[in-house]
């Protein structure tokens, strides 16, 4: 019987090491690409090509599609069988994911906000970015 495309793939234990360093190190690149957009929507003559900020939306869209999916691993890691070290960095990295999830939402607010500017050629009147 063929496997549901739409159905969630689950990795072994061994790909911990590559999902603790997406996590832990996504704040710190969720913090810079923040500060850059919001530099970008500060600046009303700031304008970057729609493909662009287009490419730059489904990046932050998909990141939070992949902190969904690392969550869902991680639950499950928690369930199997791991040793007491992969148990404690699971959990560790469970708790980093609500820290992460508003982040992606601000990236995404904010590059729609960019989005538009790029679509219409026009700074929004209703709101400055602070920095």
């Known amino acids: 019987m063929p496997r549901d495309p739409a159905a969630p793939t689950f990795q072994a234990i061994s790909a911990l090491p590559e999902i603790r360093d997406l996590i832990e190190n996504a704040p710190d690149v969720l913090k810079a690409d923040i500060s850059r957009i919001k530099k970008l929507l500060a600046d ?11 490419f730059t ?3 932050a869209k998909d990141a939070l599609d992949l902190l969904q ?10 369930k199997e069988p791991i040793s007491t070290a992969e148990r404690a960095e699971v959990i560790r990295l469970e708790a980093i994911i609500p820290e992460i999830r508003p982040l992606i939402q601000r990236l ?4 729609t906000e960019l989005d538009k500017r790029a679509t219409t050629g026009t700074a929004s009147p209703r709101k400055r970015w602070r920095h």
């Open 44 to 54: 009303p003559a700031a304008t970057l090509p729609p493909p662009i900020v287009a």
């Open 57 to 59: 939306l489904q990046e």
């Open 69 to 78: 999916t690392h969550a869902r691993q991680l639950a499950r890691w928690r």
């Open 108 to 111: 995404i607010a904010l590059a």
